[in-house]
């Protein structure tokens, strides 16, 4: 399985990005996909997911409002909107997919068994 991520930059804080990921060889149906993000010294956290069993869209604290992950089945992509960008969301994003679990593990990194191979986002005056 690949996912090939691309959409980062540099941006102005208050400006914004849209992150794509395209998935090969498998659908983004039946599996949840997600974004996660690492940032300079800091471990990688949760950033985003789309899950396929209900459908529903989820959002770590610091993002909720300002990100909206959304997916496109005919392109086999998920998307990562970023709005009102702040210097704190400088970090490198990688998207990942599972076949689709429990809701319990969505926002933890190693139950994601596909990685791309992230997409720098720069965020600075």
């Known amino acids: 399985v690949q996912l090939q991520a691309s959409g980062g930059g540099l941006v102005q804080p208050g400006g914004s990005l849209r992150l794509s990921c395209v998935a090969s060889e498998h659908t983004v149906n039946n599996y949840d996909m997600a974004w996660f993000r690492q940032g300079p010294g800091k471990e990688r956290e949760f950033v985003a997911a789309?899950?396929?069993?209900?459908?529903?869209?989820y959002y770590a604290d610091s993002v909720k409002g300002r990100f909206t992950i959304s997916r496109d089945s005919a392109k086999n992509t998920v998307y990562l909107q970023m709005n009102n960008l702040k210097p704190e969301d400088t970090a490198v994003y990688y998207c990942?997919?599972?076949?689709?679990?429990?809701?319990?593990?969505?926002?933890?990194?190693?139950?994601?068994?596909?990685w791309g191979q992230g997409t720098q986002v720069t965020v600075s005056s």
């Open positions: 789309f899950r396929w069993n209900n459908r529903m869209a």
């Open positions: 990942a997919s599972r076949r689709t679990g429990i809701l319990s593990t969505l926002r933890s990194a190693t139950a994601y068994a596909h």
